[in-house]
């Protein structure tokens, strides 16, 4: 494949010139932006060595491929590492979103499964990677942080505020949240409202 461009030399005059043959995989030259920088390579090339039009087109093709190559190297380990696991970007918004909307309800894996198009056994492994933490152990945690929220903003007794926030009562909260913040709601709340 050759294309023609024109080109400025050392001495200022324009001419045609025949670009070096492209390897069939380089899209980069294809676009405006790696024209561009083949272009400007070119002619820092040709007037700081003073180098003539075919020699400075060959070394600025040379250089641009590297860039290419470069690109699509880092590109290939970034997108490689996304594909190890975990939700993707999008999928997990989906799933915080989701949950949080819905979390004074029950929710399922595979109902969340299902909600980003995977199988339940692959849902677990990537949410907890993405996560750091089980799907369970994620739910409790949003439940006792909106439980919180609400014991700070609301004057709300301990069962409503256990209900929606999704757990099946008081007790239940009182245990869980006992076992994860150190201490029971009504000292928390006791202690946060009056400091």
Known sequence: MRSEIQATGANG?????????????SEFL????????????????????????????????EA???????LQRRTSVICHRKCQGGLGMCRKQKVEKFIDAHL???????????????????FQRAFKQSFGEATHMYLIKRR???????????????????????FSDQSHMTRLFTRLVGEPPNSWRRNRVYA
């Open 13 to 25: 005059t324009t001419d045609l010139a025949v670009m070096p043959s492209l390897p069939p995989h």
């Open 30 to 61: 294809r676009h405006s932006t790696g024209l561009e920088l083949f272009t400007r390579l070119r002619e820092f090339i040709s007037t700081t060595w003073g180098i003539d039009t075919r020699t400075s087109m060959l070394c600025a093709n």
């Open 64 to 70: 641009v491929l590297s860039i290419e190559a470069q």
């Open 104 to 122: 004074d309800q029950r929710i399922t894996i595979s109902e969340l499964a299902s909600l980003v198009g995977l199988s339940s056994s692959q």
């Open 144 to 166: 006792i942080e909106r439980a919180k929220t609400m014991m700070l903003s609301r004057n709300e007794n301990f069962a409503d505020i256990a209900l929606a926030c999704g």
